[in-house]
């Protein structure tokens, strides 16, 4: 059984400063990702990661655990994509929102948690 709770998080502003900065951070790297993974049809967990891991880690600096976390997070953002295209959730195939939704990457808002 799975329990979810929500909390509220009531950083420092030096804490607050370095949340917002790794957010930044890590969308900017999921969105690189996911130009990476569009670009040459790779949008599943291992074979991605085997990818962009490294880079990841070296141009963002980011730690091995939110590297980890940002492939998963552009993964699983081409997994939804896929099941509302499957669903018909963004028209048929050839409409203008279908094709909007298939001819370019995923991109994530900076501040998007």
Known sequence: MKLVTQIRLLPTPNQATALEA???????A????????????????????????GEI????GLGSQAAQHVIKKTCDAYTALRANLKAGNLGKPGSNRYRKAVEKPIVFRPEGA
Do not use: I
């Open 57 to 60: 880690k070296a141009r963002w």
């Open 22 to 28: 790794t957010l930044l951070t890590c969308n900017e």
């Open 30 to 53: 999921a969105t690189w990702a996911s130009r990476v993974a569009f670009e040459r049809d790779v949008k599943r967990n291992f074979p991605l990661r085997k990818l962009v891991y």
